[in-house]
């Protein structure tokens, strides 16, 4: 079979390890080279200024750019192959946003220039607030936050706020699924507020009883992704807004799972008042490897005076900056990862209103197809109709063969394909997320599917141990407890003995 | 857009799940809800519309503008090598390191910046990113906090205002009261500050936002006797010319890294650099890479220190981040070694020769600078009128004079970018602007 997500032919399989830069490192060596001074030279003299030089390594360009060359061939990546994450959002990330990210005035503007000499920077923020606004059902927005768990610190600081403006102190607790990200209670947390886990029913959704029970006079709020970790759509979520109403709470969209509805439906008509957007998932800026992200907070115009400071506004044709009345303050030192803002109305501009308004539809059809398919080698978690992720379990195997989620994730790594998210949510065993996104073919998603028949078939007939998969690629399995007793976190050989998890 | 399906492929899928339209997937969801007409947004453009469509919105911006400013983000120049290395699809397409076995070169490159950050600030653990140098300066306040128990701030004043808004955001003031202390007339900390064992941490920047630099190891060392963890801001592209942090006896060191392989990006995105020393292991935000073996006893990088993280800890966690700046951190470490020892000390260097020919030629034509004596690259420019206006009146010019620090002051940065020419260029424009 064939299949444009494998990427099995890839010479990923390494023999030697990469040196470090350091060990490439030998004295006198060096790629930079600057004009020469042409301003006359004086003696500057300061306590704080010394003329010993820096420690860093010595290397020739060349040996500068085979090497992170190399080690760029030692990276899986969404332009090499198909991630199935769940909860990722791992689409194709279009090339034609970093052309865009890169024009000098946009890639080169100083974030305190004024804004009469930045009103198409102005206007990009603008633009997307429209974008934005108008797919989540809200009103305004702020760009600050620099990614998801910023963009629900955001929310929560607006909640507390608000409570406070209204003399409703007293509300100091955050309702959370207990299938939530971990970042829902670390943020609320780090918002002052108590975390009230309410718990998940059968069907794998919200469970309204318990929900009513931990409702009280002391609820702010409620922090809810819909459709929920497990993929699927919390069909009372009406009532469970309402819920939160009555009491006084206010409701938050965690974003994460925004690619299923885009086009669909909109947290603002479900009752929500607070929103956060991963752009970096939704709408298909690059992961980085773990960021730049950027997560902007879009509100109902009740908040619009508590958003992070300063947002753009527009008079006369003139883009502004404005300063919100009761402004939480600020998330970050300027505007947020302006450029990965830019990335995202790029995307949103080549697809337009067709593309928008069909993009959950098929984010769903993916991983609904995929599911079905899946469905017949792993057991799905829920019996529900999955949005765009779903969730299978290994438990049965785990009992009968001993295989568990962790094995299954690390064979399909040695075919070619990236692991599903695996353990998440927490309330499911075994738990093999899967999201296969709208941009994989077909074809990858039989590919994965058959894969998977031929690593359980495989797994299950084995004599050795699973310790052994990965098999083909540069390093095999890591034993990730070396690291955290003997830390080893720096070229300097210096290790933090005895620490014990 | 984006959607590969062909008429056969929806054919099969449908008969698959045994539906006939793509709505028929949205049997389950409650009616009121569903969007029956669409998003009202505008039709979609091919990429040759959407070329001229955003070189339109580039068109609004003034093109070319010299910059002057600084406050913690830098002209400095950003080499080719290292945006195209960093822009490899192998590094801006993946995802978080999880997956070790296949994610060595990103681990290994957040290793290697870990490494250079220890080495360049003389501290011991870094960690994998921050998301700029603000929120950098609030977590690492977070962490002081909890490693004392103690509930006061005590902050230089000498910060970007922008800084002290995130401190004052992020940490709760209610409970951890954030002090910040002026500068004395000379634009330095003032070395007969007494700290007391209440507090927690001392905040200070260096050089401070106003350009002025001190030796803060006298300082620092007060702050140890009572009991505070010290905490260094750093200006990364003047490591190469600036003690170590390390070596004035700093806990934490934090830095707006843009300056060290980002773009000025309008500010974002950038990268927050953490280092701290080895017993602050456990209240680290963030990542954390570590170097471990494989089942055949071979290097290999992984991911460590997780349980502090929140995907594990959830409500326990050192920090809510997930999501941090990776790819900007590959590209200081990719400029870093591109640099060397000779090429961070030359930008250093540069930079503050250019400035004290700045400084000299400003005052010979009769302006003011408020902090020339202890000031290095950055200072403040007093002008006869209104700051705000003469940065207009200069940005008609083709200059970005720098940013607006007091109605009358504006605080100018050099890197080692800018030429004689321009430097002269400059006074020239604003001896025409600024005049009574």
């Known amino acids: 079979m064939y299949s444009g997500g494998n990427a099995s032919s890839l010479p990923l399989v390494g023999g030697k390890a990469e040196p470090t830069i350091k060990q490439l490192s030998k004295p006198g060596r060096r790629a930079s080279r600057f004009p020469k001074l042409d301003v006359p030279e004086v003696e500057i003299s300061n306590s704080a200024l010394t003329s010993i030089k820096p420690t860093l390594p010595e290397v020739s360009e060349h040996d500068l750019v085979m090497h992170y060359s190399r080690l760029a061939h030692r990276n899986f990546a969404v332009d090499l192959g198909f991630y199935p994450l769940g909860s990722c959002t791992m689409k194709y990330n279009p090339r034609f946003a970093d052309f865009v990210a890169s024009l000098p005035t946009f890639a080169n503007s100083h974030p305190s220039t004024p804004s009469k000499f930045t009103q198409g920077n102005l206007s990009i923020l603008f633009e997307l607030e429209h974008y934005l606004t108008e797919i989540t059902g809200m009103d305004c927005a702020t760009f600050q936050p620099p990614a998801g768990a910023s963009g629900e610190l955001t929310g929560l600081l607006i909640i507390k706020k608000y409570l406070q403006e209204n003399n409703l102190q007293h509300k100091n607790q955050i309702i959370v699924p207990d299938s939530a990200h971990g970042t829902n209670p670390a943020s609320a947390k780090m918002a002052g507020f108590e975390v009230v886990e309410v718990s998940t029913d059968l069907r794998g959704m919200v469970n309204i009883e318990d929900l009513k029970d931990k409702v009280n006079e002391n609820t702010a709020g409620l922090m809810l992704t819909n459709p929920n970790t497990g993929g699927l759509f919390e069909e009372n979520i009406v009532q469970i807004s309402k819920v939160i109403h009555d009491e006084g709470g206010l409701v938050y969209y965690d974003g994460a799972n925004l690619n299923a509805i885009v086009g669909v439906c909109r947290p603002g008509d479900m009752g929500f008042d607070i929103v956060h957007s991963n752009l970096h998932k939704t709408f298909a800026t690059p992961h980085g490897g773990g960021g730049p992200g950027s997560g902007p907070v879009a509100v109902k115009n009740f908040l619009r005076e508590y958003l992070p400071g300063p947002i753009v506004i527009k008079k006369d044709d003139i883009y502004e900056w404005y300063e919100p009345a009761s402004s939480i303050g600020r998330m970050h030192g300027y505007h947020g990862n302006f450029l990965v803002a830019l990335r995202a109305l790029v995307y949103m501009k080549l697809l337009g209103k067709e593309g928008l308004d069909e993009l959950g539809s098929y984010a769903v059809l993916n991983a609904r197809y995929l599911s079905s398919i899946v469905s017949k080698v792993i057991p799905l978690a829920y019996d529900e109709p999955c949005m765009h992720e779903f969730v299978a379990s290994v438990k049965n195997l785990k009992k009968s063969h001993k295989i568990k989620a962790y094995d299954v994730g690390k064979a399909l790594l040695d075919r070619g394909f990236h692991s599903p998210t695996i353990y998440f949510p927490l309330i499911v065993e075994e738990a093999l997320m899967f999201e296969p996104t709208e941009t994989q073919t077909v074809d990858t998603l039989d590919d994965l599917a058959a894969t998977l028949e031929i690593i359980i078939q495989e797994l299950q007939e084995t004599e050795s141990s699973f310790e052994e998969y990965p098999k083909n690629l540069p390093v095999g399995r890591p034993n990730e407890l070396i690291p955290a007793k003997h830390l080893t976190v720096n070229w300097g050989d210096f290790e933090l003995l005895e620490i014990t998890e | ?436």
């Not at chain 2, 080719?80 to 296949?102: C, D, G, N, W």
């Not at chain 2, 080495?119 to 011991?124: S, V």
């Not at chain 2, 006298?218 to 009572?226: D, G, I, R, T």
């Not at chain 2, 260097?349 to 400035?355: E, N, V």
Request: aromatic content about 8%; hydrophobic content about 35%; overall charge negative.
């Open chain 2, 1 to 436: 857009m984006f959607v590969p399906h062909s008429e056969i492929d929806l054919k099969k899928m449908f008969e698959e799940l045994s539906i006939e339209t793509l709505d028929d997937l949205f049997k389950h969801l409650p009616e009121s809800l569903k969007l029956n007409n669409g998003l009202d947004l505008e039709p979609s453009l091919s990429e040759l519309e959407a070329i001229s469509y955003f070189e339109s919105k580039e068109a609004l911006n003034t093109q070319n503008l010299i910059c002057f400013a600084g406050g913690g983000h830098y002209d400095v120049y950003l080499p080719h090598t290292v945006k195209t290395l960093t822009m490899r699809p192998e590094f801006m397409t993946s995802y978080t390191p999880y997956q070790a076995e296949i994610s060595q070169g990103i681990l290994q490159i957040l290793f290697e910046y870990q490494s250079l950050i220890c080495d360049l600030t003389d501290m011991q653990l870094a960690n994998a990113s921050l998301y700029d140098g603000a929120t950098a300066v609030a977590e690492a306040i977070s962490v002081a906090i909890n490693k004392t128990k103690r509930d006061e701030i005590i902050m230089s004043s000498g910060f970007n205002p922008n800084t002290k808004t995130v401190v004052n955001t992020l940490i709760d003031q209610q409970k951890f009261p954030v002090h910040y202390i002026s500068l004395d007339e000379n634009y330095l900390f003032p070395e007969n500050y007494e700290f007391t064992e209440k507090q927690a941490a001392f905040v200070i920047s260096l050089p401070h936002y106003e350009g002025t630099a001190q030796d803060l190891t006298n300082l620092v060392s007060k702050a140890k006797e009572k009991g505070l963890v010290s905490i260094c801001y750093i200006d990364p592209s003047m490591l190469g010319i600036l003690k170590t942090p390390g070596s004035m006896g700093f806990d934490i060191v934090v830095a707006e890294g843009q300056s060290m392989g980002s773009s000025l990006s309008f500010g974002g995105p950038t990268v927050g650099w953490f280092a701290t020393r080895k017993d602050f292991a456990r209240l680290v935000p963030g990542r954390i890479i570590g170097e471990s073996r494989d089942s055949k006893n071979n290097k290999t990088y992984v991911m460590t220190l997780r349980a502090r993280e929140q995907d594990i800890r959830r409500e326990k966690a050192s920090s809510n981040i997930c999501t941090n700046q990776t790819l900007n951190a590959v590209g200081s470490t990719i400029h870093l070694s591109w640099l060397g020892p000779q090429g961070l000390q030359e930008i250093g260097y540069q930079a503050i020769q250019k400035a004290a020919y700045m400084k000299s030629q400003l005052i010979e034509h009769g302006f003011t600078i408020s902090n020339n004596t202890n000031s290095l690259r950055e200072f403040l420019i007093q002008t006869k009128n209104d700051s705000s206006q003469i940065i207009e009146k200069m940005g008609a010019r083709g200059f970005l004079a720098g940013i607006k620090y007091s109605e009358k002051e504006i605080l100018t940065a050099v890197t080692e970018k800018r030429t004689k020419i321009e430097i002269d260029s400059f006074i020239q424009n604003l001896l025409e602007v600024d005049n009574v």
